[in-house]
């Protein structure tokens, strides 16, 4: 059945809505800075850098300000393992321990779990965060990283101490968000036999000259400060700090320093730096049918829910594709977005959405975490893209 569009989108008056929209937030102190670019059938018709970069020094935002990109990270290394795919050197139903042979968690009753690349990509994999659990939780205790703090350990160390606990439940039952993609980072780094942020480049980033994005902070004069949300202000992030994501969690522990730490392991889900031009080349790149890194098929796996019914926490309405978000029900989702669009966000403070029924594509980074990635702020940014 034919899904009629009930939102065509009138992009004539979109600068002056979206604007609106920044321009309120910043005033409301909700967020420091943003760049925010907003194209549609491949033409960019907004592109802004909105307030300060820098608050402390009065730094202005530059359109091609540097972000830490938390889970922004996930679709790059996602489509990393996608490329792979392509090439004929991974399959998705590889058994991650064929890889990684010392990465053989359990399951709660002792045995060995099954777990392959497809659980690792759809988040499926019996895998949590440390952010998610409660207060002195499994990972905790085994001192496993989320991916955003600076514990001074290797990519494999972390691996080995999320091995140590037992997963939360066996691998294709269920969904949760987690650090799977991770997992799925020492992966690429092993069928690609080079450290993965060398894989990252020569998979995606050389190719679509995203030349501001890597593991590391290309130019320290461009990176944002990190915020987070406070009253009356957001207060700057310092390194090992901890903001409560939900009521009852552990929440978050992060370091921005290890943005220009050359010696943090690289993190598949959370460790990356970019700008917001790069990923929006990224997004079109998939839109458009995933020329030249893969071929259109592998873009609509990526891109079509791979989970089934499986409820999703936090995510009414939508399912899960191999590494992002897709809108099912948008009545549900409470979402002018059209079904079948994909979209994420970063704990540092950011957004971004595909809806290829539109052909649409909108990349939001802010440095203000929590608020730029599920505040007000993206609701009444995705409200005034779509608004006639």
Known sequence: MEILDSHKINSEGLPRRVGEVIDRTLADKR?????????????????????????????????????????????????????LVAQGRLRLDDRVDRWLPEFQPRLQNGE???????????????????????????????GVSDGMDQPGITLEENLRRLASVPLL??????WRYSIATDVLGAVIAKVTETPLSEAIHALITKPLGMNDTGFIAVDLERLATSYTNDSPEPRPLLDSDSISFVE?????????????????????????????????QLLETLRKGGAPLLPE???????????????????????????????????????????????????????????????LSVVAFTNTALEGMSGQFTVDLCEAIYDN
């Open 31 to 83: 967020l420091v800075g943003a760049v925010v670019k907003v194209a549609i059938d491949g033409e960019l018709v907004y592109s802004c850098a909105a307030g300060l970069a820098d608050r402390e020094k009065n730094l202005l935002m530059q359109e091609d300000a540097l972000f830490r990109l938390a889970s922004v990270t996930k679709p790059i290394v996602s489509t990393a393992a996608l490329v």
């Open 248 to 280: 009852g969690t552990a929440g978050f522990l992060l370091a921005p320093g290890r943005a220009l730490d050359d010696t943090a392991y690289p993190s598949g889900g959370a460790g990356m730096v970019g700008s917001a031009g790069d990923f929006l």
């Open 112 to 142: 060995v779990a099954t777990m392959t690349i497809r659980h690792l990509m759809t988040h499926t994999a019996g895998l949590s965060y440390r952010f998610f659990q409660e207060e002195n939780g499994s990972y905790q205790q085994a």
């Open 297 to 359: 098929s592998l873009v609509q796996d990526m891109t079509s829910n791979q989970i089934g019914d499986l409820p999703m926490a936090f995510w009414p309405g939508r399912g899960f594709g191999l590494g992002i978000t897709v809108l099912k029900d948008p009545a549900a989702a409470d979402t002018p977005e059209s079904p079948g669009t994909w979209r994420m966000g970063g704990t540092y403070g950011h957004s971004w959405f595909v809806d290829p029924k539109q052909r």
């Open 169 to 174: 439940y066996t691998p294709g039952t269920e």
